[in-house]
């Protein structure tokens, strides 16, 4: 049996089930929806029996998390590039419409061990896990830890918001010139800063922007809400952009281009920076020239 984390309950815990109290002292699995998902496919002991999500939580108790032999996954060989790697840590340029993880075959998570070496630290994870996520259409750097050293950590640096994020989006309207969007999402605090970095008109839209984005807070689809409620939805978001403004075929031009973090074992700065797919630049400067060409004065 490999223990992945333990712990003994203090004294003087309050009444607590497993299933909520099992997110406040495992880091390895990030999410409480998977440490209920290891709660229910007895991977969380109590006491060196198998603990239930309603198993109430006592003083002096000791929680184990352990790795259950599972079949190997099938591996999706999609190749992407690779922007850096070593013992602990990865980060990749996840490609267009394939999402991090989930019920399906055709994941990044699966197309990992294509891409990735192994670790060969004591604790290295054999499946590699992403510590943030991307949404299926959104292209750009995704981070990904090697080690549960490395994920408990990068884990820790997230929560404290000490990872900056930029993403540059192309958005159909005329922004100002930069901007702070504050919008609650779900009845939270969000925030998120925007920059222009340029604009051009076009036929079907009046105007396009490229923006500069840097999210604040981390929401689900914060960007994608921020600019729509702001007037200024995503270039070929399906969800938050008005249909007869989507151009069919094109995809969401959102990516994620620019990650600075602290290396989670040697301290060391980290900064990686890449450009927006070649579409983001051609696709303005068309509906420039498309503009120029058939606008009636």
Excluded at 35 to 50: E, N, P, R, S, T
Excluded at 146 to 170: C, G, S
Aim: proline share 7%; glycine share 6%; hydrophobic share 40%.
């Amino acid at each position: 049996m490999i223990v992945l984390e333990k712990h003994i309950v203090p004294d003087g815990i309050d009444r607590i089930r497993l299933s909520d109290y099992a997110p406040l002292v495992f880091s390895v699995i990030p999410s409480k929806k998977g440490l209920k998902k290891a709660i229910k496919m007895g991977a969380i002991l109590v006491d060196q029996k198998k603990g239930t999500t309603g198993t109430w939580v006592k003083a002096g108790q000791i929680l184990e998390l352990i790795k259950l032999d599972q079949a190997p996954k099938r591996i999706f060989e999609l190749r992407f590039p690779i922007v850096f790697q070593d013992e602990y840590l990865a980060v990749i340029q996840k490609p267009a419409a394939y999402p991090v993880s989930g019920n399906q075959f055709r994941t990044i998570s699966n197309a990992l061990p294509f891409n990735l070496q192994l670790s060969n630290q004591k604790d290295a994870l054999q499946g590699f896990t992403a510590v943030h996520r991307l949404d299926a259409a959104t292209t750009g750097l995704l981070l990904i830890a090697k080690t549960r050293t490395a994920l408990i950590q990068l884990n820790k640096t997230f929560e404290q918001r000490l990872v900056k994020k930029k993403y540059q989006a192309v958005v159909i309207g005329l922004t100002p010139n930069e901007g702070t969007i504050e919008h609650p999402i779900e009845h939270k605090p969000s925030k998120s800063t925007y920059k222009k970095l340029d604009h051009k008109r076009s036929l079907k839209s009046g105007h396009l922007s490229r923006l500069e984005l840097e999210p604040i807070t981390g929401r689900t689809h914060q960007l994608r809400i921020h600019l729509q409620k702001e007037g200024f939805p995503i270039l070929g978001d399906p969800l938050y952009s008005p249909p007869a403004l989507l151009f069919k075929g094109k995809g969401l031009f959102l990516c994620a281009t620019y990650l600075a973090f602290q290396h989670p074992l040697t301290e060391e700065p980290l900064e990686f920076e890449i450009t927006p797919p070649p579409k983001f630049i051609s696709f303005m400067e068309r509906e420039q020239k498309r503009w120029e060409k058939y606008r009636i004065y």
